[in-house]
């Protein structure tokens, strides 16, 4: 494996770790607030139908983006009618919303579009474009850095730093304002909230709807950044793996980007390689596609440290009378 | 604690929320600029008006019936068992390891190993998150979506280099033995002279999974580790009070789930498929959840939700062939359900109550 390999692996690494890192962010804000989200994938595949939809029509990856947005919203503010108005399961709910708009993404896409649940590819204004850093061809023949500079940083579409910017922000606010501590304390014992002075709903519904921006950005990404349009079921498993991350990460910013990192890596990996030899052992595809999921259990179970949720998160508040 | 009678709980709200559930279907039937109205009966017809149709209806209503008791006994003991399809999709393992090599004497002989085997291996695949569960606290609901994806891989990893013949090329196993077919409901029904279509792929294994069901009522209701699972499920320092074994419990009624979920593959992959293929489950397993919801946890109502189910799966494939209207749709109707009987649940049972009460005001 030479340098270059290495950069270009690093470098898809980026791209595919932003949409997991950034629906698991989401996952954060819902489930550090006691409302659990197994929606996460849902809630990306309609937003990356949405998105691709809007600007395949309107031509603007802006609009598209707004609109993904507000459709990860509306699904966002069902689990929380679910969940937080009417005190269902929430993870009955999120169950609901994943098929919902596994079925509804195909339903819409065929009946406007005719073109088997895809949407038409997009172009020019209707993607996100990579950003050129300056000097970045000039610098890409020097050695060393110019790879690092030209592949690894530079090149990369806005959502990906906004991605990255989002995870200092999120620590801000979650750590460093009243809103954020409220929202993490609303997660651990609502009625000690509620007996302050402060509305847990209102909190929980804040919560939910920031879930719902970011996964609105995740799949927007996934469909306008990384690829050129919808595919049906095009989020492939990516929300499970967010939440895989999120609980690897022990629901805390900074370790959901090495977990969305790493995860991302492994996913380049085997994207890149059928087989890879490690030790003179051939380890097969399906076991790299596998590890996540392999790790996650292996973290929940406790043997690599334990993860403990939020204390009261799958519980509805129930004010007392 | 009795606000309404028995039966408004048991009949009324679940067809409360399967109205609601089909209203909004309809919905976006006509937001997609079709006729529900000519959708319904489309589906009607193509499910019931021929023998083939209702053999799909069955087949499907068959694997349904497997996956909604797998779903039911878990949700006994208040354990949410997500991975019914990767319990069934080890299942088809099992199914296959029976059915691929070994010549057997009689179809009854290759099925109660095959169904022995399909058991053992989902069971296996509910066994790891269950012990997890019970011993280290981990999630079940986020172990058992683990081990979906995991049971995926593997299927794929074993299919691609190890069941697949010689010189193909799609990751899926060789045809099994032709002594371990099943008998459809073509061949069961003709020696009575009645004639049944040749093509649908309903089979004996229908029966079983009625069996399956009643067995699955003679547990939860007429045993005493059935009585020790309801008591978990209602309470679990109630049930150690009582000297139950949570470990015991958790780790049994998951067993029985998973082995549930994995004799589903006796009917797709046995009874239909004859061969394994990759997707095999084709989403079964979470259609479990849609129908124990629906079916009040309980035996007949999972029965009854699952041919329910069958309809749709079976009008959805009519829907597709001739209104146009993808498949999808049933996968829309399948998620409404989960949300109007699942989630959704008080927003129908706090005014059904409250009509109740006012009712029974007026009356006294």
Same mark, same amino acid.
């Given at each position: 494996?030479?340098?270059?390999?290495?950069?270009?692996?690093?470098?898809?690494?980026?791209?595919?770790?932003?949409?997991?890192?950034?629906?698991?962010?989401?996952?954060?804000?819902?489930?550090?607030?006691?409302?659990?989200?197994?929606?996460?994938?849902?809630?990306?595949?309609?937003?990356?139908?949405?998105?691709?939809?809007?600007?395949?029509?309107?031509?603007?990856?802006?609009?598209?983006?707004?609109?993904?947005?507000?459709?990860?919203?509306?699904?966002?503010?069902?689990?929380?009618?679910?969940?937080?108005?009417?005190?269902?399961?929430?993870?009955?709910?999120?169950?609901?919303?994943?098929?919902?708009?596994?079925?509804?993404?195909?339903?819409?896409?065929?009946?406007?579009?005719?073109?088997?649940?895809?949407?038409?590819?997009?172009?020019?204004?209707?993607?996100?474009?990579?950003?050129?850093?300056?000097?970045?061809?000039?610098?890409?023949?020097?050695?060393?850095?110019?790879?690092?500079?030209?592949?690894?940083?530079?090149?990369?579409?806005?959502?990906?730093?906004?991605?990255?910017?989002?995870?200092?922000?999120?620590?801000?606010?979650?750590?460093?304002?009243?809103?954020?501590?409220?929202?993490?304390?609303?997660?651990?014992?609502?009625?000690?909230?509620?007996?302050?002075?402060?509305?847990?709903?209102?909190?929980?519904?804040?919560?939910?709807?920031?879930?719902?921006?970011?996964?609105?950005?995740?799949?927007?990404?996934?469909?306008?950044?990384?690829?050129?349009?919808?595919?049906?079921?095009?989020?492939?498993?990516?929300?499970?793996?967010?939440?895989?991350?999120?609980?690897?990460?022990?629901?805390?910013?900074?370790?959901?980007?090495?977990?969305?990192?790493?995860?991302?890596?492994?996913?380049?990996?085997?994207?890149?390689?059928?087989?890879?030899?490690?030790?003179?052992?051939?380890?097969?595809?399906?076991?790299?596609?596998?590890?996540?999921?392999?790790?996650?259990?292996?973290?929940?179970?406790?043997?690599?440290?334990?993860?403990?949720?939020?204390?009261?998160?799958?519980?509805?508040?129930?004010?007392?009378? | 604690?009795?606000?309404?009678?028995?039966?408004?709980?048991?009949?009324?709200?679940?067809?409360?929320?399967?109205?609601?559930?089909?209203?909004?279907?309809?919905?976006?039937?006509?937001?997609?600029?079709?006729?529900?109205?000519?959708?319904?009966?489309?589906?009607?017809?193509?499910?019931?008006?021929?023998?083939?149709?209702?053999?799909?209806?069955?087949?499907?209503?068959?694997?349904?019936?497997?996956?909604?008791?797998?779903?039911?006994?878990?949700?006994?003991?208040?354990?949410?068992?997500?991975?019914?399809?990767?319990?069934?999709?080890?299942?088809?393992?099992?199914?296959?390891?029976?059915?691929?090599?070994?010549?057997?004497?009689?179809?009854?002989?290759?099925?109660?190993?095959?169904?022995?085997?399909?058991?053992?291996?989902?069971?296996?695949?509910?066994?790891?998150?269950?012990?997890?569960?019970?011993?280290?606290?981990?999630?079940?609901?986020?172990?058992?979506?683990?081990?979906?994806?995991?049971?995926?891989?593997?299927?794929?990893?074993?299919?691609?280099?190890?069941?697949?013949?010689?010189?193909?090329?799609?990751?899926?196993?060789?045809?099994?033995?032709?002594?371990?077919?099943?008998?459809?409901?073509?061949?069961?029904?003709?020696?009575?002279?009645?004639?049944?279509?040749?093509?649908?792929?309903?089979?004996?294994?229908?029966?079983?999974?009625?069996?399956?069901?009643?067995?699955?009522?003679?547990?939860?209701?007429?045993?005493?580790?059935?009585?020790?699972?309801?008591?978990?499920?209602?309470?679990?320092?109630?049930?150690?009070?009582?000297?139950?074994?949570?470990?015991?419990?958790?780790?049994?009624?998951?067993?029985?789930?998973?082995? @549930?979920?994995?004799?589903?593959?006796? !009917?797709? +992959?046995? *009874?239909?498929? =004859? /061969?394994?293929? &990759?997707?095999?489950?084709? $989403?079964?397993?979470?259609?479990?959840?849609?129908?124990?919801?629906?079916?009040?946890?309980?035996?007949?109502?999972?029965?009854?939700?699952?041919?329910?189910?069958?309809?749709?799966?079976?009008?959805?494939?009519?829907?597709?062939?001739?209104?146009?209207?993808?498949?999808?749709?049933?996968?829309?109707?399948?998620?409404?359900?989960? @949300?109007?009987?699942?989630?959704?649940? !008080?927003? +129908?049972? *706090?005014?059904? =109550? /409250?009509?109740? &009460?006012?009712?029974?005001? $007026?009356?006294?």
């Amino acid at each position: 494996m030479d340098f270059m390999t290495i950069i270009q692996i690093l470098d898809s690494t980026m791209r595919l770790a932003t949409p997991l890192l950034l629906a698991c962010l989401a996952g954060l804000f819902s489930e550090r607030a006691g409302i659990f989200d197994i929606g996460l994938e849902g809630k990306m595949l309609a937003a990356a139908f949405v998105s691709a939809a809007v600007a395949a029509v309107s031509g603007s990856v802006w609009v598209g983006l707004l609109a993904g947005m507000g459709a990860s919203i509306f699904l966002s503010l069902l689990h929380g009618l679910a969940s937080i108005t009417f005190r269902g399961d929430q993870l009955i709910s999120g169950v609901a919303i994943n098929f919902l708009a596994a079925g509804l993404t195909v339903v819409i896409g065929q009946s406007w579009f005719q073109i088997g649940g895809r949407t038409p590819s997009l172009s020019g204004d209707g993607r996100f474009l990579p950003i050129n850093w300056p000097f970045a061809e000039a610098l890409s023949e020097t050695p060393v850095i110019g790879g690092i500079y030209s592949e690894l940083i530079s090149g990369h579409t806005i959502l990906v730093y906004v991605s990255l910017l989002i995870v200092p922000l999120s620590w801000y606010v979650l750590f460093r304002t009243r809103f954020g501590l409220r929202l993490r304390a609303v997660g651990e014992n609502p009625a000690a909230v509620d007996t302050a002075g402060v509305s847990v709903i209102r909190l929980r519904y804040s919560a939910v709807i920031i879930c719902g921006v970011l996964c609105g950005l995740a799949g927007a990404y996934l469909a306008t950044g990384l690829a050129a349009g919808f595919v049906k079921e095009m989020t492939a498993g990516r929300g499970f793996i967010a939440l895989a991350a999120l609980i690897f990460a022990k629901w805390r910013p900074w370790h959901a980007l090495y977990a969305c990192l790493l995860f991302g890596f492994l996913e380049a990996i085997g994207n890149r390689f059928q087989s890879i030899e490690i030790i003179g052992i051939s380890v097969p595809v399906q076991f790299m596609q596998a590890l996540p999921y392999i790790l996650t259990v292996v973290i929940l179970a406790g043997f690599v440290g334990k993860a403990v949720p939020p204390r009261a998160g799958g519980q509805p508040y129930v004010k007392e009378r | 604690m009795d606000k309404m009678p028995k039966w408004a709980d048991v009949v009324l709200i679940p067809l409360i929320n399967f109205a609601l559930a089909m209203f909004v279907s309809g919905l976006v039937i006509l937001a997609i600029g079709k006729d529900p109205i000519v959708a319904i009966k489309t589906m009607i017809e193509g499910a019931f008006y021929t023998t083939n149709g209702v053999g799909y209806t069955l087949y499907y209503a068959t694997n349904f019936i497997f996956t909604g008791l797998a779903v039911s006994v878990a949700f006994h003991a208040r354990m949410f068992n997500i991975g019914g399809e990767g319990q069934a999709l080890l299942g088809g393992l099992g199914v296959a390891l029976m059915c691929l090599w070994i010549d057997w004497p009689h179809w009854t002989i290759a099925l109660i190993f095959a169904a022995g085997a399909a058991a053992v291996f989902g069971a296996a695949w509910a066994a790891i998150p269950a012990w997890l569960q019970s011993k280290r606290g981990s999630h079940i609901v986020i172990t058992t979506i683990m081990f979906n994806f995991i049971g995926f891989s593997l299927l794929n990893y074993v299919l691609v280099n190890n069941l697949r013949p010689t010189g193909s090329m799609d990751p899926a196993s060789a045809k099994f033995v032709s002594s371990a077919h099943l008998p459809t409901f073509h061949e069961m029904l003709a020696p009575f002279g009645i004639a049944f279509s040749k093509h649908s792929p309903a089979n004996v294994t229908f029966l079983i999974a009625l069996l399956a069901a009643v067995l699955v009522w003679i547990l939860i209701w007429h045993t005493r580790l059935g009585y020790q699972i309801r008591g978990y499920g209602h309470s679990e320092s109630a049930a150690k009070y009582a000297g139950i074994s949570p470990h015991k419990i958790i780790m049994i009624s998951m067993l029985i789930s998973g082995g @549930l979920a994995g004799m589903m593959a006796i !009917n797709n +992959v046995m *009874g239909e498929a =004859e /061969r394994l293929v &990759l997707n095999a489950t084709e $989403g079964a397993g979470f259609i479990g959840i849609a129908v124990a919801l629906m079916g009040r946890s309980h035996p007949v109502g999972v029965v009854i939700a699952a041919v329910l189910f069958g309809f749709l799966y079976q009008g959805g494939a009519e829907l597709a062939l001739w209104q146009n209207i993808p498949r999808e749709l049933v996968v829309v109707i399948q998620a409404l359900v989960i @949300l109007f009987t699942g989630a959704l649940d !008080n927003m +129908v049972r *706090g005014p059904v =109550e /409250r009509v109740f &009460l006012r009712l029974r005001g $007026g009356a006294s």
